[in-house]
């Protein structure tokens, strides 16, 4: 079969545009934020040891078991293109010796490409961004809590007033264990009516079946034991007190018994983040606490909590009128072949002084020209022919969709700096 090589691979796609405007003003405003939080940034490589991935998200994953893109490097070593971005975060503290006894919690954000090899749709890709925050060392349920409200208040700044909180806890490794044979014993009872995905799930990853998007499923879903009748005192207390600490923070979130999100390294509270009025269901972000994924990986023994918020999703709901640019984009024309080296020059001066500018000199005439700067969306063209030259002045043409479109005005070559730096 052949390619269209010119594509780019399913399920990714380029950024530039509107959409890398969107993306660059989330990444500003979350990294504006997350200062306030006392967050420092890190960047792990795009690719780690397979067995990082295997270890900590779990291999019974739908995230390990289908989706990721590993190969054998020419070393013969087997490497992933990262699915997500804890498991290398969680390495990196490991490798680099972050943690030393005095300097917990350690907070540190990421952002990049994560690759999945699910099946693209709408909203879900194969190559996306995930912007993300752990929070290491610190377990108390005001920690989730802020958690929380870090990852609320990124997409209130950037924009999304309708997000809503689901949350659910999974409890300590104790009562998610006993949970799950209560579960596993239920579903078994109707294992003839499953789908067969979660025919599957039953026997490699029970919990999955609870966020079963079969119709099947969740009518069985809906009668199954749930987790709350299986958390110690102690993890409901808490569960209980992350509740509390979110209604004292003024965030609205609702309890989901359903919830269990799709990584294996989960425990005690976990969300996810939605947006309710009905443009895109699925989740915009989601995290959750995390015990003993730093042990796992042969790191200290210390909990942590973080979450990841998708890029593509939450650009999809920002409106992309705001995100035109709006700069003014100045192009400057010469008349004819002899006013070349003069408007040249006032180019120059222009562009020194860090003021956008195009030169515009290719064309038959100056109504080709003036074409040109219009298809690169020019606003101000600066107009430089013999009358100017003779006078020491510039025409200024107003070519933006404003009261001033079409109006020409005549500048002092000497003044035009000051001009353009206050238009
Ligand atoms: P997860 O790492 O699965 O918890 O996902 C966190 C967030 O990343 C989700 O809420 C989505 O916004 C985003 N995300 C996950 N998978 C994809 C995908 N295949 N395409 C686009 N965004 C995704």
């Known amino acids: 079969m052949s390619k269209n090589i010119f594509s780019p691979v399913r399920g990714m796609k380029d950024l530039y545009g509107v959409d890398f405007n969107k993306y660059q003003y989330i990444i500003d405003t979350a990294m504006k934020i997350s200062k306030k939080y006392g967050y420092s940034p890190i960047e792990t490589p795009i690719v780690e040891h397979t067995e990082v991935f295997q270890r900590s998200i779990g291999d019974e994953t739908d995230v390990v078991s289908k989706e990721m893109y590993t190969f054998k490097d020419k ?19 490991i490798s680099n010796n972050i943690i030393v006894s005095n300097n917990l919690p350690l907070k540190l954000m990421y952002y990049g490409p994560m690759f999945r090899y699910d099946r693209p749709q ?7 961004h995930q912007l993300g925050f752990e929070n290491i060392g610190a377990k108390s349920p005001y920690i989730d809590a802020i958690n929380i409200a870090l990852a609320n208040e990124i997409l ?9 909180v689901c949350i659910n806890s999974l409890g300590e490794q104790l ?20 789908s067969e995905e979660s025919k599957i799930r039953l026997k490699k990853n029970p919990l999955r079946i609870l966020d079963s998007k079969d119709q099947g499923d969740k009518e069985i879903c809906s009668m199954a034991p749930k987790i709350y009748d299986y958390l110690s005192k102690s993890d409901l207390k808490y569960f209980e007190c992350v509740c509390e600490t979110l209604s004292k923070y003024g965030i609205k979130y609702s309890i989901d018994n359903l919830l269990v999100r799709g990584l294996d390294y989960y425990s005690h509270t976990i969300f996810e983040l939605k947006v309710c009025n009905g443009q895109y269901k699925d989740a915009i972000g989601g995290g959750g606490r995390y015990d003993k994924l730093l042990s796992l990986l042969g790191g200290p023994d210390v909990s942590g909590i973080g979450f990841a918020i998708g890029l593509e999703r939450l650009m999809m709901l920002l409106n992309d009128k705001k995100f035109q640019p709006k700069e003014n984009i100045i192009s400057v024309i010469p008349v004819s072949e002899k006013e070349i080296d003069n408007a040249f020059e006032l180019y120059n001066t222009i562009l020194s002084n860090d003021i956008r500018a195009e030169f515009i000199h290719i064309g038959q005439n100056l109504s080709k020209k003036v074409e ?3 298809k690169l969306n020019s606003t101000i063209l600066l107009i430089v022919g013999s009358d100017e030259i003779k006078n020491n002045t510039v025409t200024v043409t107003y070519l933006n969709k404003t009261e001033d479109e079409g109006r020409n005005k005549t ?8 001009f353009l730096k206050h238009i």
């Open 175 to 194: 009562s998610r264990e006993n949970y799950i044979k209560a579960i596993v014993k239920y579903f078994s009872i109707y294992e003839d009516k499953l």
């Open 122 to 128: 709408k909203g879900r890709y194969r190559q996306f």
């Open 156 to 164: 209130t700044a950037v924009g999304i007033f309708d997000c809503q």
């Open 75 to 93: 070393g013969d070593e087997s490497i992933t293109l990262r699915p997500e971005g804890t498991a290398g975060v969680m390495r990196a503290i």
């Open 411 to 418: 500048v002092d070559r000497n003044n035009i700096i000051g």
């Open 372 to 374: 040109i700067a219009s």
